[in-house]
């Protein structure tokens, strides 16, 4: 599984996230929603994730985790619900990742690389953002 394209957004507000990114595999299949994050003097790849939630005990529709009130009748849920008093509780499961460790670091190389380029274009004058919306990632298929 080779990486064929990355595209880079930068963020442009201060802070830890520094970039969303769209990435092509094959040049057939796409994960959209990465993210690029600084941590710890260095930037590192986030994939793309889901909220976990749980049921409401009284009308039963999904509610997050770190929910006080059910969305739907409004019950006051238990915040500590699924606290096991020693460590921290998991917000977010991944929905897509690299099963290897040497995959998730080539990938993080390249995708590092490439945000460090789309920086240095950022800086140049008539510099247009990088859309990570454009249709032609889409191919038509069959």
Do not use: W
């Given at each position: 599984?080779?990486?064929?394209?990355?595209?880079?957004?930068?963020?442009?507000?201060?802070?830890?996230?520094?970039?969303?990114?769209?990435?092509?595999?094959d040049?057939s299949?796409?994960?959209?929603?990465?993210?690029?994050?600084?941590?710890?003097?260095t930037?590192?790849?986030?994939?793309?994730?889901?909220?976990l939630?749980?049921h409401?005990?009284?009308?039963?529709?999904?509610n997050?985790?770190?929910?006080?009130?059910?969305?739907?009748?409004?019950?006051?849920?238990?915040?500590?619900?699924?606290?096991?008093?020693?460590?921290?509780?998991?917000?977010?499961?991944?929905?897509?990742?690299?099963?290897?460790?040497?995959?998730?670091?080539?990938?993080?190389?390249?995708?590092?690389?490439?945000?460090?380029?789309?920086?240095?274009?950022?800086?140049?004058?008539?510099?247009?953002?990088?859309?990570?919306?454009?249709?032609?990632?889409?191919?038509?298929?069959?």
């Open positions: 599984m080779r990486l064929t394209d990355v595209r880079i957004h930068l963020c442009d507000q201060p802070g830890r996230l520094k970039a969303f990114c769209c990435l092509t595999f040049e299949f796409v994960v959209r929603d990465v993210k690029l994050i600084e941590g710890d003097g930037v590192f790849l986030a994939m793309p994730a889901r909220k939630a749980d409401c005990p009284r009308c039963h529709e999904k997050h985790l770190r929910a006080r009130y059910c969305n739907h009748c409004g019950l006051r849920l238990n915040e500590n619900r699924h606290s096991n008093g020693r460590s921290r509780i998991k917000l977010h499961a991944d929905i897509a990742h690299p099963i290897h460790p040497e995959l998730r670091e080539n990938l993080e190389r390249e995708v590092v690389a490439a945000y460090h380029a789309e920086v240095l274009r950022a800086a140049q004058p008539g510099y247009v953002p990088t859309r990570l919306d454009d249709e032609s990632l889409l191919r038509p298929t069959g």
